[in-house]
């Protein structure tokens, strides 16, 4: 069972910066995809940035040029560069990991979420 564990939300005003952080507990990260959701107002969770196994990344229109997803896979660590920060940001923002092993009828997927972290953008 993996375990992910997000910090580094807050408070603060429009325009801001925030960086969040999610650990990973487990051995070896490298061949999880990683990404950040966000839930706002009740809302369904949507996807705000993601990056794949082999470093490649994507990102909702409303975060692109503001926000930069990274990973450090020898601390396990994902992280959320979030710039420019707008009210229409605030949410929790949550931790996904999924690792996808075997094909075809073998193919099994493991999804993991963090528990999320609140994020509030004052205007």
């Known amino acids: 069972q993996v375990q992910l564990v997000e910090s580094g939300g807050g408070l603060v005003q429009a325009g801001d910066s925030l960086r969040l952080s999610c650990a990973a507990s487990?051995?070896?990260?490298?061949?999880?995809?990683m990404a950040w959701y966000r839930q706002i107002s009740g809302n369904q969770r949507e996807l705000v940035a993601l990056i794949t196994s082999g470093g490649s990344t994507n990102y909702a229109d409303s975060v692109k040029g503001r926000f930069a997803i990274s990973r450090d896979n020898a601390k396990n660590a994902m992280y959320l560069q979030m710039n420019s920060l707008k009210p229409e940001d605030t949410g929790i923002y949550y931790c996904?990991?999924?690792?996808?092993?075997?094909?075809?009828?073998?193919?099994?997927?493991?999804?993991?979420w963090g528990q999320g972290t609140q994020v509030t953008v004052s205007s």
């Open positions: 996904y990991s999924l690792l996808v092993v075997g094909n075809g009828p073998y193919r099994r997927e493991y999804k993991y």
């Open positions: 487990i051995s070896d990260l490298s061949f999880n995809d």
